[in-house]
């Protein structure tokens, strides 16, 4: 599911605070988590993503690092 969000940054710079695709601790819930946390300014914007294809995407058309520490299975 993608949100439209729209932050007018008033040419703020943004900066990737942190940006991270993950297998979950908990064995019990399936697939990775995908958070990327933005600061602009005095804003702090924190986002999670439904999946993690939704964020690489996302960092990508915005130019964004990110990394992808899933486990890869056997």
Same mark, same amino acid.
């Given at each position: 599911? $993608?949100?439209?969000?729209?932050?007018?940054?008033? #040419?703020?710079?943004?900066? *990737?605070?942190?940006?991270?695709?993950?297998?979950?601790?908990?064995?019990?819930?399936? #697939? &990775?988590?995908?958070?990327?946390?933005?600061?602009? #300014?005095?804003?702090?914007?924190?986002?999670?993503?439904?999946?993690?294809?939704? $964020?690489?995407?996302?960092? @990508?058309?915005?130019?964004? &690092?990110? @990394?992808?520490?899933?486990? *890869?299975?056997?």
């Amino acid at each position: 599911m $993608m949100v439209n969000v729209t932050a007018r940054t008033n #040419g703020e710079k943004i900066e *990737v605070r942190y940006s991270r695709i993950s297998t979950h601790p908990n064995p019990e819930i399936k #697939g &990775p988590v995908a958070y990327l946390d933005l600061d602009i #300014g005095d804003l702090s914007l924190s986002i999670a993503f439904s999946t993690a294809q939704e $964020m690489i995407e996302f960092c @990508e058309a915005h130019n964004f &690092p990110y @990394e992808d520490d899933r486990e *890869v299975a056997a």
